[in-house]
């Protein structure tokens, strides 16, 4: 009987170690009982400590400036919280609240016309349109808001048309701040849409045209509840970008959270800020729980082994209007505003303004920006393999707590690294080192994202293969992952490149004495009205964006 039950338990462990859990893990896991539950945790294959440790750092220097903001706030005292609570803090809500919903609407039905129109039907030049339409990404809408201020401002172009006192436009007024917002951000639609509508199955449209609905019909019911991911992530980063926008919002002289943290920071009240930042993180975290909740109860699937690519319609007597449609918005979001700043910088040229200074804001731009996206490379890697190859609770929240910084704005990135470096790392202290890191906290997702999408496509058998040869994990990553992932990273490198070098609010306010970029002198010159010397610098910023929109177009 005793050889029959010792016979059981050895087979019992055999069985185990056949499962991937080696009969001396087992004995070493009765040994040590952390031990074994930390190898239980990773089912049996924990990704080693150089590894893991790399990607907690990641982690924390994500969060580390958001949670010190906050910590920070909660001991501001209760007399700053009930004087933004006497009415300042409503009037902030409602400006912010209402210029989100207002844009995101906005842009949501530019966004999905515009995708339907060179998508689905006989547009003239409808693939060319794919692209130019894509442009506007790549003008930050703070040049965008200075173009519209030279143009119609209350001295602008317009204005010459028209006796003094007369003139019927508010550049500076809510009107004014949604129409350029929207105009410069409702890409985000229109690329995230155009990919949803490649993919749509024809059978859909066939069944419900043979039940006689017409086009429209099917448009409101089978076409825009497949749609309605796609909007929605496109909705979720227009939302975002409105919350977190500073440099439009200021020129245009109206006042949302972003602005209103700034000019407390630039009156050195920086309880009070911490507290308007605590406040704009729970409006942030509303949003996404939102759009959260939305996407759970909206979910609509199609199979691929009948796919059918969708028909193109004809427009037939719409063709005309729908073309004027589309040209329209090009002018106003594209050549418009490249007419404004190629006349004044052919002005600033020709008066000398590609000066010593000017490159050396060039070069300053390129500076951080290039440490930027070489540090987000470097972290990417480890953060998105942890997730694809082991995953668990804590590479989830490794993960989750990488894309915080991109949810939030510069503004409040920037406070939590003057907070956090002031009291911890004072020898980094106003160097320019801290704006790199800000704009690593800012963009690291986009790194992620990139470099995910390349690792998806690499088999695990691949770096399990250098596992079984000896290779620690993250040499596996490094020699075996890493070569075959590179061009994603890279990619995901020049997307970083091309945010950090268009971000503002952060750089204005971590940038030491002396050190300007292109974008804070864009910010200064066009304040005081120089539009000859901020013309230049906004062009080189955007034909530098130009780089990146040919992955983007590629990816979308």
């Given at each position: 009987?005793?050889?029959?039950?010792?016979?059981?338990?050895?087979?019992?462990?055999?069985?185990?170690?056949?499962?991937?859990?080696?009969?001396?893990?087992?004995?070493?896991?009765?040994?040590?009982?952390?031990?074994?539950?930390?190898?239980?945790?990773?089912?049996?294959?924990?990704?080693?400590?150089?590894?893991?440790?790399?990607?907690?750092l990641t982690a924390l220097l994500m969060g580390v400036p958001i949670f010190y903001v906050i910590w920070r706030a909660m001991f501001a005292g209760a007399d700053r919280w009930e004087n933004l609570m006497d009415g300042r803090l409503l009037d902030l809500?409602?400006?912010?609240?209402?210029?989100?919903?207002?844009?995101?609407?906005?842009?949501?039905?530019?966004?999905?016309?515009?995708?339907?129109?060179?998508?689905?039907?006989?547009?003239?030049?409808?693939?060319?349109?794919?692209?130019?339409?894509?442009?506007?990404?790549?003008?930050?809408?703070?040049?965008?808001?200075?173009?519209?201020?030279?143009?119609?401002?209350?001295?602008?172009?317009?204005?010459?048309?028209?006796?003094?006192?007369?003139?019927?436009?508010?550049?500076?007024?809510?009107?004014?701040?949604?129409?350029?917002?929207?105009?410069?951000?409702?890409?985000?639609?229109?690329?995230?849409?155009?990919?949803?509508?490649?993919?749509?199955?024809?059978?859909?449209?066939?069944?419900?045209?043979?039940?006689?609905?017409?086009?429209?019909?099917?448009?409101?019911?089978?076409?825009?509840?497949?749609?309605?991911?796609?909007?929605?992530?496109?909705?979720?980063?227009?939302?975002?970008?409105?919350?977190?926008?500073?440099?439009?919002?200021?020129?245009?002289?109206?006042?949302?959270?972003?602005?209103?943290?700034?000019?407390?920071?630039?009156?050195?009240?920086?309880?009070?800020?911490?507290?308007l930042s605590v406040v704009l993180i729970a409006l942030t975290l509303v949003v996404l729980w939102i759009e959260s909740r939305t996407r759970k109860k909206q979910k609509y699937y199609q199979t691929a082994n009948s796919f059918m690519p969708p028909d193109?319609?004809?427009?037939?007597?719409?063709?005309?209007?729908?073309?004027?449609?589309?040209?329209?918005?090009?002018?106003?979001?594209?050549?418009?505003?490249?007419?404004?700043?190629?006349?004044?910088?052919?002005?600033?040229?020709?008066?000398?303004?590609?000066?010593?200074?000017?490159?050396?804001?060039?070069?300053?731009?390129?500076?951080?920006?290039?440490?930027?996206?070489?540090?987000?490379?470097v972290l990417a890697v480890p953060v998105i393999y942890l997730k694809s190859r082991y995953p668990s609770p804590i590479t989830s929240f490794i993960d989750k707590l990488s894309y915080s910084g991109y949810a939030l704005p510069g503004v409040i990135v920037?406070?939590?690294?003057?907070?956090?470096?002031?009291?911890?790392?004072?020898?980094?202290?106003?160097?320019?080192?801290?704006?790199?890191?800000?704009?690593?906290?800012?963009?690291?997702?986009?790194?992620?994202?990139?470099?995910?999408?390349?690792?998806?496509?690499?088999?695990?058998?691949?770096?399990?293969?250098?596992?079984?040869?000896?290779?620690?994990?993250?040499?596996?990553?490094?020699?075996?992952?890493?070569?075959?992932?590179?061009?994603?990273?890279?990619?995901?490198?020049?997307?970083?490149?091309?945010?950090?070098?268009?971000?503002?609010?952060?750089?204005?306010?971590?940038?030491?004495?002396?050190?300007?970029?292109?974008?804070?002198?864009?910010?200064?010159?066009?304040?005081?009205?120089?539009?000859?010397?901020?013309?230049?610098?906004?062009?080189?910023?955007?034909?530098?964006?130009?780089?990146?929109?040919?992955?983007?177009?590629?990816?979308?």
């Amino acid at each position: 009987m005793k050889w029959r039950q010792h016979e059981k338990q050895k087979h019992q462990g055999e069985q185990q170690a056949g499962d991937g859990q080696s009969s001396p893990a087992s004995r070493r896991f009765k040994k040590l009982p952390f031990k074994g539950v930390w190898t239980s945790h990773w089912n049996g294959r924990p990704p080693g400590g150089v590894l893991l440790g790399f990607g907690l750092l990641t982690a924390l220097l994500m969060g580390v400036p958001i949670f010190y903001v906050i910590w920070r706030a909660m001991f501001a005292g209760a007399d700053r919280w009930e004087n933004l609570m006497d009415g300042r803090l409503l009037d902030l809500l409602w400006n912010t609240g209402t210029l989100m919903v207002a844009v995101t609407g906005a842009t949501l039905v530019l966004g999905v016309s515009l995708a339907w129109l060179v998508s689905r039907t006989d547009l003239p030049g409808r693939r060319m349109w794919q692209w130019l339409l894509a442009v506007p990404l790549v003008i930050p809408p703070y040049v965008g808001a200075a173009a519209y201020i030279i143009v119609a401002g209350p001295v602008g172009w317009l204005a010459g048309f028209f006796d003094p006192g007369e003139y019927p436009l508010d550049i500076y007024s809510f009107a004014g701040v949604f129409f350029v917002l929207t105009i410069f951000t409702f890409p985000y639609v229109f690329l995230i849409t155009m990919a949803s509508l490649r993919k749509m199955n024809r059978n859909y449209e066939e069944v419900a045209r043979s039940q006689g609905l017409s086009t429209s019909q099917i448009f409101w019911k089978v076409n825009v509840p497949f749609l309605r991911p796609a909007m929605g992530a496109g909705a979720i980063l227009v939302s975002l970008y409105v919350l977190s926008d500073f440099g439009a919002i200021a020129m245009m002289r109206y006042t949302t959270f972003t602005a209103a943290i700034y000019y407390q920071m630039g009156s050195y009240d920086n309880l009070s800020a911490t507290v308007l930042s605590v406040v704009l993180i729970a409006l942030t975290l509303v949003v996404l729980w939102i759009e959260s909740r939305t996407r759970k109860k909206q979910k609509y699937y199609q199979t691929a082994n009948s796919f059918m690519p969708p028909d193109t319609l004809a427009l037939g007597k719409w063709k005309l209007p729908a073309l004027m449609y589309v040209i329209g918005v090009f002018f106003f979001a594209v050549v418009l505003p490249m007419i404004v700043l190629v006349y004044w910088s052919s002005i600033g040229i020709a008066e000398g303004a590609l000066d010593s200074d000017f490159w050396e804001y060039t070069w300053n731009s390129i500076l951080v920006s290039g440490m930027a996206a070489l540090i987000c490379m470097v972290l990417a890697v480890p953060v998105i393999y942890l997730k694809s190859r082991y995953p668990s609770p804590i590479t989830s929240f490794i993960d989750k707590l990488s894309y915080s910084g991109y949810a939030l704005p510069g503004v409040i990135v920037a406070l939590g690294i003057i907070y956090f470096f002031n009291e911890y790392i004072p020898a980094l202290y106003n160097t320019y080192y801290l704006i790199a890191i800000a704009f690593v906290v800012r963009f690291l997702p986009q790194a992620m994202q990139s470099g995910e999408a390349s690792l998806s496509l690499v088999s695990p058998r691949i770096d399990e293969a250098a596992r079984s040869l000896g290779q620690p994990p993250w040499k596996a990553m490094f020699k075996v992952v890493l070569p075959s992932i590179l061009p994603g990273v890279l990619a995901g490198g020049a997307l970083v490149f091309v945010s950090a070098i268009k971000e503002l609010p952060a750089t204005l306010l971590l940038r030491p004495p002396g050190f300007d970029t292109l974008a804070v002198r864009i910010w200064v010159d066009t304040n005081e009205a120089f539009y000859h010397l901020a013309a230049p610098a906004a062009l080189i910023i955007i034909i530098i964006s130009l780089i990146p929109l040919r992955f983007l177009l590629k990816k979308y």
